[in-house]
């Protein structure tokens, strides 16, 4: 067997227009099929959305000892009535770093875990100091060998942990450690961000005593033992948010449904300035765009700040609008990897650290470009539905991590895209 090179194949000029469904949020799913960790009953996970990086979430944990069964597509049913195996190989997190997420629970769970540490990526070093740290805090005895975190702790105990900075998976990490620990687990300068809240309601609904997901101060009362639930995950905001994007840039007009608004109040802000008329519903979004676009000024943040999984997206919008952008972004190092590859398009944009300028052009010009993460893919794709010409995407296996049926929705939405070659052909 040999892999051929999947690529995506777009022809610009098409305004998107029409109606599709928004799927579960990827990066709440990830966190709330790790719950099932922390009990030994059946957890039933509904709105799971169809992505690389939940499939390789479900592999961990099977080899874990979970027993996983899928009763359709989007509904899996995970029991992790006994743990066989605490350890999460190098040759898996290398390949998705949210595999961090199964240290704080099978820590709690089994007093022992595994998990290599992921190394830096494509966006920056991400190191998971605050992971570590918090876990200590909460009794865990931690030390690096060959490459791997290893944790033990016979019971953790309760402790205020003060972060040093936001994270989104530390703190889900320390919250779901927290539930089984002894006594009470404070977190200061925790996330806000609405996953970090889909999985406390999940771990509420499962038993767990928290209070004060999505404020800066979680507190986690632990209890003894945590039972099965059923759980539907939240919409994806992010997926949300590029389809709005992609719309405002094409001009187009576009229905979003099983979606929440609630979630991009910044996101729906900024395309507002843009110029783009948007109404919203209890579970839907209409965006509707009659002219060129204005460019957008924006500083990505934690939430309920602009989003740093937008801020590709909103690069790519500022390519075509009317007037000069200023984009900094402050969460991740080196987030401006798709820069490059937009210019490649002829697009006007000067890079001075972390902040990027951008001269609206009233075209960009198909051309070769190459994926390098998930959103950088996701900014090429919306630069190839506006430019004049063939845009031939490389690497799009970054796309197929977390959005789900991406060519299907687009061409649902009048798009011109085609996916050409296959995974795995054999020799
Ligand atoms: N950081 C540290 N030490 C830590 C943890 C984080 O220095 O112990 C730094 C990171 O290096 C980064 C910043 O803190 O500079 C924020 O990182 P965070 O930990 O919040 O990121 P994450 O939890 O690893 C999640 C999402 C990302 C999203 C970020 C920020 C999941 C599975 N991933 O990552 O999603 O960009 O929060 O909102 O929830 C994506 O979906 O494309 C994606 C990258």
């Not at 227009?17 to 990830?30: D, T, W």
Request: charged letters at 20%.
């Amino acid at each position: 067997m040999h892999k051929s090179k999947p690529k995506l194949i777009i022809q610009g000029g098409n305004p998107l227009r029409g109606e599709i469904h928004i799927s579960g949020a990827k990066n709440a799913a990830l966190p709330v099929i790790c719950a099932t960790l922390l009990t030994r009953d059946t957890l039933k996970v509904n709105n799971v959305p169809r992505l690389m990086d939940i499939t390789t979430m479900l592999i961990l944990l099977e080899q874990t000892g979970v027993n996983i069964h899928s009763e359709n597509q989007s509904e899996v049913l995970l029991s992790a009535e006994n743990l066989t195996n605490l350890t999460a190989p190098y040759e898996m997190v290398k390949t998705m770093r949210a595999a961090i997420l199964l240290l704080g629970p099978l820590l709690a769970r089994a007093g022992e875990a595994n998990i290599s540490l992921p190394g830096g990526c494509a966006i920056g070093m991400r190191p998971v100091d605050q992971h570590i740290k918090g876990l200590e805090a909460m009794g865990a005895e931690i030390s690096i060998q060959h490459g791997y975190i290893h944790a033990v702790a016979k019971k953790l105990h309760g402790a205020r942990i003060i972060m040093d900075l936001v994270t989104v998976t530390g703190t889900e990490n320390l919250m779901m450690a927290a539930t089984l620990a002894q006594g009470t687990t404070i977190i200061e300068n925790a996330a806000r961000e609405p996953e970090v809240i889909d999985l406390a309601n999940c771990l509420i609904a499962m038993g767990a005593k928290i209070k004060g997901a999505g404020s800066d101060i979680i507190t986690v009362e632990g209890v003894p033992a945590l039972r099965g639930t059923e759980y539907t995950v939240m919409p994806d905001r992010i997926e949300t948010g590029t389809f709005l994007a992609a719309a405002c840039a094409t001009t187009g007009d576009i229905f979003l449904k099983e979606t929440d608004a609630r979630l991009l109040d910044a996101v729906l802000d900024k395309l507002t300035e843009s110029g783009a008329k948007i109404k919203t519903g209890n579970n839907w979004i209409q965006l509707k765009m009659t002219k060129r676009p204005k460019s957008i000024t924006l500083r990505t943040a934690p939430y309920p700040a602009f989003p740093t999984d937008m801020q590709a997206q909103f690069m790519s919008l500022n390519c075509i609008a009317d007037g000069t952008a200023v984009i900094t972004e402050t969460i991740f190092e080196n987030r401006l990897m798709h820069v490059q590859e937009l210019k490649r398009m002829n697009a006007d944009i000067k890079v001075e650290g972390h902040t990027a300028i951008i001269r609206g052009i009233p075209q960009l010009d198909g051309a070769n470009v190459m994926a390098t993460d998930l959103r950088a893919s996701a900014s090429l794709v919306i630069a190839g539905l506006v430019a004049q010409g063939e845009t031939v995407i490389d690497r799009i296996y970054h796309l197929d991590r977390g959005y789900e049926s991406i060519e299907d929705k687009l061409l649902q939405l009048g798009a011109k895209i085609e996916r050409v070659g296959q995974a795995d052909i054999p020799n």
